[in-house]
């Protein structure tokens, strides 16, 4: 039987001995070599990579997402912030509306939250009980293959694993300094006090959806979350093999 994750006994923070100023210089050189597999990529039109990322409020999705995949070229680069479903939205089966954003062959796609929030919010507010969410499980899981194995997308899935502490840290800097203040919302603390629901259904999310496995990433400190998540994309796409395609022949009249 395999073993359960259990969240509280996984670290949140970089090793001791790590220096910050090791990791942002080597994150400086692995965004240099993004760059150009990211070209690679866009060029050659085989591959499509799909970055899927996860984790409580205020554990650094958007500084990620800035962090990683600004360096790169945006024609080849899409972000897609999954917010509360719409009327419309909610009349179709839930992953309608992530598949419109799935990236086409030669594209990257973050999602800055994706359909595990309809594993997560749903069931920590009581939307849908263990039954339909087992049952969305196994449906994540086939659409998860098929992108795989149907349209040759690569998936990166990333819970970005943030102490308590820190997320209240972070929440109250949204209250004090100007330049954060834009991000903050009262929902947030409502959030925060459900904090063991939400890592009870996490914990289940990375034990039931793992056919691609989950990566869970100490997100206490941005300069090593942004690392981590660099390198990964970085040694997935040298897995590649990834070639420039020659001058296209021009046909005859």
Same mark, same amino acid.
Request: aromatic share 10%; proline share 4%; with cysteine.
């Given at each position: 039987?395999?073993?359960?994750?259990? +969240?509280?006994?996984? $670290?949140?923070?970089?090793? $001791?001995?790590?220096?910050?100023?090791?990791? *942002? =210089?080597?994150?400086?050189?692995?965004?240099?070599?993004?760059?150009?597999?990211?070209? +690679?990529? @866009?060029?050659?039109?085989?591959?499509?990579?799909?970055?899927?990322?996860?984790?409580?409020?205020?554990?650094?999705? =958007?500084?990620?997402? $800035?962090? /990683?995949?600004?360096? &790169?070229?945006?024609?080849?680069?899409?972000? @897609?912030?999954?917010?509360?479903?719409?009327?419309?939205?909610?009349?179709?089966?839930?992953?309608?509306? /992530?598949?419109?954003?799935?990236?086409?062959?030669?594209?990257?796609?973050?999602?800055?939250?994706?359909?595990?929030?309809?594993?997560?919010?749903?069931?920590?507010h009581r939307m849908i009980d263990d039954k339909l969410a087992k049952s969305r499980m196994i449906a994540i899981n086939d659409f998860e293959r098929m992108l795989v194995n149907h349209n040759n997308t690569h998936i990166l899935k990333f819970y970005l694993h943030i102490s308590h502490d820190e997320q209240m840290k972070r929440l109250?800097?949204? &209250?004090?300094?100007?330049?954060?203040?834009? *991000?903050?919302?009262? =929902? =947030?603390?409502?959030?925060?006090?459900?904090?063991?629901?939400?890592?009870? @259904?996490?914990?289940? &999310?990375?034990?039931?959806?793992?056919?691609?496995?989950?990566? /869970?990433?100490?997100?206490?400190?941005?300069?090593?979350?942004? @690392?981590?998540?660099?390198?990964?994309?970085?040694? +997935? &796409?040298?897995?590649?093999?990834?070639?420039?395609?020659?001058?296209?022949?021009?046909?005859?009249?």
């Amino acid at each position: 039987m395999a073993k359960k994750t259990k +969240l509280k006994s996984i $670290r949140t923070s970089a090793p $001791r001995d790590a220096r910050k100023e090791d990791y *942002k =210089d080597h994150l400086d050189k692995i965004l240099v070599e993004l760059e150009e597999l990211q070209n +690679l990529l @866009y060029a050659e039109g085989k591959h499509s990579i799909l970055v899927i990322i996860q984790g409580m409020d205020a554990s650094g999705k =958007d500084g990620l997402t $800035r962090d /990683v995949f600004t360096s &790169m070229n945006p024609q080849g680069v899409n972000v @897609y912030s999954f917010k509360e479903p719409t009327p419309q939205e909610l009349s179709h089966d839930f992953l309608w509306r /992530v598949h419109k954003q799935v990236p086409a062959k030669g594209m990257i796609e973050v999602f800055n939250r994706s359909h595990y929030e309809d594993i997560l919010v749903t069931r920590v507010h009581r939307m849908i009980d263990d039954k339909l969410a087992k049952s969305r499980m196994i449906a994540i899981n086939d659409f998860e293959r098929m992108l795989v194995n149907h349209n040759n997308t690569h998936i990166l899935k990333f819970y970005l694993h943030i102490s308590h502490d820190e997320q209240m840290k972070r929440l109250e800097e949204r &209250m004090e300094k100007p330049q954060k203040m834009w *991000k903050y919302n009262a =929902d =947030d603390l409502v959030e925060s006090a459900l904090w063991s629901e939400y890592q009870k @259904y996490y914990e289940e &999310m990375i034990d039931n959806c793992n056919e691609i496995p989950w990566q /869970v990433i100490p997100a206490d400190q941005n300069w090593y979350k942004s @690392y981590l998540v660099a390198k990964s994309l970085r040694d +997935l &796409m040298k897995s590649l093999k990834m070639k420039y395609p020659g001058m296209k022949k021009v046909k005859k009249l």
